[in-house]
């Protein structure tokens, strides 16, 4: 009999929640506010096909080729490009080295390789409270002790609760490794930070000698009003910036990067050729194909088109099914209002809970995600998550109303 | 001022021996039996243009989208059924269930995601002497004890020697994790078990209850005949098995796949799932395109026939170079002859380094990779691995004539 050991680690992995969670939801006919998956309305398949078709006919040799473990120069140029005029956009200047760049496979793998570089067993990370459940998992293995940070409407708060950051950084018998952070309309609540509460966290941090792990994927979803310049060009050696093509592109080509400080990219550098040796050279050729001209600034415009008019439907809808919710949030479903991205944050009537609701929702016809699962520790039972951007506008007024349904009917 | 602090294991990781030995070889002009490329000439471009274009005009929206942390059902089932046919062609029945399968980013991914599952920092792992290097790379973040065993020509040995397999599973205070092992062409070596050392071996893992991991990245690349059966297909449960479609398609898309035993196969799929979520959904469509109807046979038939030819024309200019090897190994380089795969493994003379040499034979004209870093621990200064599949049966000649050369010159 071969006898199989698991590390440690390993006992402290688990399926995902939602993943199971998400079990019951799996009907035909039901309609989904739980995924995360970008409108696959706003996939290039025509202009990927041409760069495809461009790069095996002029560079197939290369491209399909072993290659550097950093990534393909041209694109690490054109992201570093990118960041800077988004960054000068919102005004301030962040001088990106495209030598900083370090192409990861989706930034799911920039969790994974921050952690093997930065974590010890039972050392501490500090997160959002909620946070994105993939950067748990993604930590998880390398056996931290994971510290919730208090957090509004506007992210995380710096100071003036026991539950602040500047009380966690200061809490702990060692020092934090670092704050995770997704500062621009996060994964699940769909909020985005003010510029002065970046400016204080960022302050706070740097008097604190704490590095921040900044995660933004859906920056550029903004639908008014792009949002403040990140964090990481107000203290670049200070700040591990993670950046994706998933919700631009599509996540099916796996393609992010990360924006590394000098002092730790020869370590991630190792850390992603043992991981996987590199990202695939052709997706990352393909994808600077589609980008290397005047095709993404208009494509982005389309996908914040499209989304605001998805959330807007669901805003709609909620009201309209909701209308006391404002005078009497205890018993009515209540939400927020996002500024862009795929995802809004609301909050059951008193007495329900948002695990047990979901059966029911479903019977009704729809899906969501329960909130509580998203917090390092003591999540609210009532909150829960919806993306409006999978779902056509007709869907999401038919989710909402079936929704609606559930909620009377349990209450 | 932020201040990171750098995990325990990062202090473990180091960049490839081998790269850095390789950048004294990075000069216009040189012949390199050095790197481990496939020939670009054995990439199937045409084959997966038209994939490409297939599934972009037919199934766009799945293939750009986020998908399963397993990987895509029909390639699962694809390569369940060829490794079957594989094991039944060499004589042994091996029913490969397609749930076991788990798609990974290369096969490099598999052995990072066994060495977060299975790897306890201080626990053992035993590799063979010499191993491959990246293996190395991919489990020294996890922190084990990295074991070598005594090997000859045709593998590890089984018992017998104080360094023999059995000697090293009982020698450690704790149970060896398990033995890494590379049955076919191996990497350095290009040697191949022979079937009585697979069945020793594999009859004696069994005894001890010792799980194996084992690498077939080169299984395929035979020149005159098959090799014997999987390790794997003799005891499934006991064994985890690697594969790639790095040498028979194309490195650049990085498609490897993991046969992983029932007890291990939910650990490896949150490992997966945490590390990139999943391997791109894009390039395991294209990559089942091109292979779902009869072209893989006759592609893999003619990488046979031009590795054939590479290995044949070094064999001959190095029996031209050095005729009296046999007669006199101790003042010649002396070398195996491997029956596929990509690469050989020579041994300078006595009195030679081959990290010393390999200045001067840059200075000649060629370059090659010195064999003592493949080793885990002590390896033979005089050892170097050939590869014969990047350069043309040309540079092969002129290869190995400047390597003569610089030999006779610094005897």
Redesign the interface.
């Known amino acids: 009999?071969?006898?199989?050991?698991?590390?440690?680690?390993?006992h402290k992995?688990?399926?995902?929640v939602i993943r199971e969670i998400l079990k019951v939801t799996e009907r035909p006919g039901i309609i989904s506010f739980a995924g995360?998956?970008?409108s696959?309305k706003t996939?290039p398949?025509a202009e990927?096909?041409a760069a495809?078709?461009y790069v095996?006919?002029h560079d197939?040799?290369?491209?399909?080729?072993?290659?550097a473990s950093e990534g393909y120069a041209p694109l690490r140029e054109l992201i570093a490009r990118q960041l800077g005029e988004t960054s000068a956009a919102a005004g301030l200047r962040w001088d990106v080295d495209p030598a900083s760049i370090l192409i990861?496979?989706?930034s799911?793998?920039g969790l994974?390789l921050v952690a093997?570089?930065?974590?010890?067993a039972g050392?501490r990370v500090l997160v959002e409270s909620p946070t994105y459940l993939?950067a748990i998992?993604?930590f998880?293995?390398?056996e931290p002790t994971i510290v919730g940070v208090d957090s509004d409407e506007y992210g995380v708060l710096p100071d003036g609760t026991p539950g602040s950051l500047r009380h966690q950084i200061l809490s702990g018998a060692d020092?934090a490794?670092f704050m995770y952070l997704l500062p621009n309309f996060q994964n699940p609540t769909g909020r985005t930070m003010t510029e002065e509460r970046r400016a204080a966290v960022s302050a706070l941090?740097?008097e604190q000698?704490?590095?921040?792990l900044e995660d933004n994927p859906y920056g550029d979803l903004w639908f008014d009003q792009a949002p403040p310049a990140p964090l990481t060009a107000r203290?670049p050696?200070?700040?591990l910036y993670l950046g994706s093509f998933?919700k631009v592109l599509?996540?099916?080509?796996?393609l992010g990067y990360m924006v590394a400080?000098k002092?730790?990219m020869?370590?991630l550098l190792?850390?992603k050729?043992?991981?996987?040796?590199?990202?695939?050279?052709?997706?990352q050729r393909a994808a600077y194909e589609v980008m290397k001209g005047d095709f993404l600034p208009g494509h982005i415009q389309s996908i914040r088109a499209l989304y605001k008019a998805q959330r807007d439907a669901m805003l709609e809808s909620l009201a309209e099914h909701f209308p006391n919710a404002q005078q009497d949030p205890e018993h009515n479903l209540t939400w927020n209002h996002p500024d862009g991205g795929m995802f809004l944050w609301a909050r059951l009537p008193a007495g329900l809970n948002a695990v047990e609701l979901l059966p029911k929702a479903v019977d009704a016809g729809v899906a969501y995600v329960p909130g509580a699962p998203f917090f390092a520790t003591g999540g609210d039972p009532r909150s829960l998550r919806f993306s409006f951007v999978t779902p056509s506008v007709d869907e999401i007024r038919r989710g909402v109303a079936a929704l609606a349904q559930a909620i009377k009917q349990a209450q």
């Open positions: 009999m071969s006898q199989w050991t698991l590390a440690q680690r390993a992995m688990n399926p995902s995360g998956l970008p696959s996939f398949a990927f096909k495809c078709d095996l006919t197939a040799s290369s491209a399909l080729q072993y290659s990861t496979t989706g799911q793998q994974d093997k570089v930065l974590v010890d050392s993939g998992q993604a998880t293995p390398m020092k490794r941090a740097a000698g704490l590095p921040l203290n050696e200070g700040c998933s599509a996540p099916g080509l796996r400080p002092a730790l020869p370590k190792q850390a050729q043992a991981a996987d040796l590199h990202s695939p050279s052709f997706n």
